[in-house]
């Protein structure tokens, strides 16, 4: 059984920062494409940042490009945003998602799984 489980959300002052992590278990962690959504109140979901399994190949969302790195420690079955430079209008549940490839990232995932997703609040 595939579980993904997000944790290290909160509430942030802007400016401030936040890092997600997301352990995966049940998969071949080599053979998914990783990332990470968000969903807004009253918005659809959307896709944050992606890489693959050797890292070198990531993808972000222009909204966080610059503020947001992705990361992976693959002996830990382990993904991670580090969230920078936060904004109010970041505040969304943050999901993470997998996708069954070993491609390039070079755009937003089409996830075969998710995780619950995990809370993430910045106040002005």
């Known amino acids: 059984q595939v579980q993904l489980v997000e944790s290290g959300g909160g509430l942030v002052q802007a400016g401030g920062s936040l890092r997600l992590s997301c352990v995966a278990s049940?998969?071949?962690?080599?053979?998914?494409?990783m990332g990470w959504f968000r969903q807004a109140p009253g918005k659809e979901r959307e896709f944050v940042a992606g890489?693959?399994?050797?890292?070198?190949?990531?993808y972000y969302a222009n909204s966080v490009k610059g503020r947001f790195t992705i990361s992976r420690d693959n002996g830990k079955n382990t993904v991670f945003l580090q969230m920078d430079m936060l904004k109010p209008e970041d505040t969304a549940v943050y999901y993470c998602?997998?996708?069954?490839?070993?491609?390039?990232?070079?755009?937003?995932?089409?996830?075969?799984?998710w995780g619950r997703g995990t809370q993430v609040t910045v106040s002005s």
């Open positions: 049940g998969l071949s962690f080599s053979g998914y494409v």
């Open positions: 890489n693959n399994y050797y890292g070198g190949s990531t």
């Open positions: 998602a997998a996708e069954k490839s070993r491609r390039a990232v070079v755009r937003g995932l089409s996830p075969d799984y």
